[in-house]
């Protein structure tokens, strides 16, 4: 199982860039910042897509994102708000599927 696939397990939602930033939301706290960078339009939650469809959903965004594309894990952490982001796959990366 990949990293990419245990965070969406337990992923609240997913938001993209439509260009090359590509998040996976664990937390409440994360989603409603997205609402407010904008990414609203762009950002699918679990209560819209399942497990399986958030994958495919990653894959398609990954396959039509630029070259500098990247999937982040990001959950609300006290403090070094920094600390909460986890490289899933990181620019210059092939994603294995």
């Not at 965070?7 to 989603?31: F, G, N, P, R």
Request: with cysteine; charged share 30%; aromatic share 10%.
């Amino acid at each position: 199982m990949t990293t990419v696939f245990k965070s969406v397990q337990e992923a609240k939602a997913i938001a993209w860039d439509t260009c090359h930033k590509i998040y996976v939301l664990m937390d409440d706290e994360q989603v409603q910042k997205m609402v407010e960078y904008g990414y609203k339009d762009d950002m699918l939650t679990c209560d819209e897509l399942n497990t399986e469809q958030m994958m495919n959903t990653l894959r398609d965004w990954y396959a039509n994102s630029c070259g500098l594309r990247f999937i982040e894990a990001v959950k609300t952490v006290k403090g070094d708000p920094n600390k909460g982001f986890t490289t899933l796959v990181g620019q210059g990366e092939d994603w294995e599927r």
